[in-house]
């Protein structure tokens, strides 16, 4: 478990993380979304023992991150700038990793070697950018991180092998209860693979939520009725958001289904669907309930 008790971090004067807190779970994956120079690298790197905040507490598993040395072992932080010492073979790299990582898995490393195409022997500097980043992952999932800490991990990776490391991550998260925290402006990723989300803005987190509850907690309700319906129903429902078109009403609802289910259906409607919605749709509402636009949120 990695836990965050009201961070502050600067740079200079520069108030960069501003009272952050946040938990997240053993056996999770965690997705920190926001805009450019939000602060989650800063985050991460605070998180990854990189960085020491000014003041609050980070911790894993009930310890103090920074400077502690047994539990660095066993967390891997993958930046989104990547460093390999330069003219370093991956065979090297995998030395200087298994000097370092006491679970360094061996017969791993040679099992994904099949499984990447990549020839060890070669300086990693010589290989393109994608296969890089491919090599990052290689090396980190080998050494068998309990935690493993991610800035932008998937990017200039092509579709075959991101899903090949994103299915090997959930599978370490699944067999071994490896937590993870990945950091992304892709909404469309986070909603595939992460169990709660956060929103950083400005160096203040906006929301944090288990993704299931955020999803269960928020539809969107098309209604349409035989004769004008009262203004009560609309009133009665937990509304984030209203429009008519035509005769149909476009609701985006807080609340269960079923809450929301038996509310309406004592207005008789003839039009009545209440649908889930993305995980996109969700952040667009609730930052506007929240008075932030989200254009200014994510990319
Ligand atoms: N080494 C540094 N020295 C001074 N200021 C810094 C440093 N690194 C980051 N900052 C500042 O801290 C703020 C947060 O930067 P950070 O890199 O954490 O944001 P981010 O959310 O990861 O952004 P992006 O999505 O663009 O990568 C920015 O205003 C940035 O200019």
Redesign the pocket.
């Known amino acids: 478990m990695i836990q965050i008790q009201n961070v502050n971090k600067r740079?200079?004067k520069?108030m960069?993380l501003n009272d952050v807190s946040l938990m997240i779970n053993k056996g999770s994956i965690y997705g920190l979304l926001?805009?450019?120079?939000?602060?989650?690298?800063?985050?991460l790197k605070t998180i990854a023992g990189i960085f020491k905040q000014n003041s609050g507490a980070i911790e894993i598993e009930r310890k103090a991150i920074f400077e502690n040395i047994s539990l660095k072992e066993r967390l891997i932080f993958i930046p989104?700038t990547l460093f390999f010492y330069s003219h370093y073979t991956v065979e090297q790299m995998a030395s200087f990793y298994e000097n370092i990582y006491p679970k360094w898995n061996k017969e791993r490393f040679n099992q994904m070697q099949k499984l990447l195409d990549l020839n060890p022997n070669k300086k990693i500097h010589r290989f393109s950018k994608g296969m890089q980043r491919q090599v990052a992952f290689w090396l980190a999932l080998c050494a068998m991180p309990d935690y493993l800490i991610l800035d932008e991990p998937f990017d200039g990776l092509d579709p075959v092998i991101r899903k090949k490391i994103k299915s090997w991550m959930i599978q370490d998260v699944a067999e071994r209860q490896m937590t993870v925290m990945v950091?992304s402006?892709n909404l469309k990723e986070v909603e595939d693979i992460c169990d709660a989300v956060g929103i950083?803005h400005r160096g203040k987190l906006l929301l944090e939520k288990d993704l299931d509850d955020l999803k269960s907690d928020i539809h969107k309700v098309q209604l349409a009725f035989k004769q004008d319906v009262s203004e009560e129903l609309f009133q009665d429902l937990q509304l984030l958001h209203h429009e008519k078109r035509g005769s149909v009403h476009i609701c985006i609802v807080r609340g269960e289904y079923e809450g929301i289910e038996a509310k309406v259906s004592t207005y008789d409607p003839v039009v009545f669907d209440i649908l889930p919605l993305t995980l996109e749709e969700i952040f667009i509402y609730e930052m506007e309930g929240a008075g932030y636009a989200i254009e200014n949120i994510l990319l």
Request: net charge neutral; no cysteine; proline share 0%.
């Open positions: 740079y200079r520069e960069v926001g805009s450019n120079g939000a602060g989650k690298t800063t985050l989104d950091s402006h950083l």
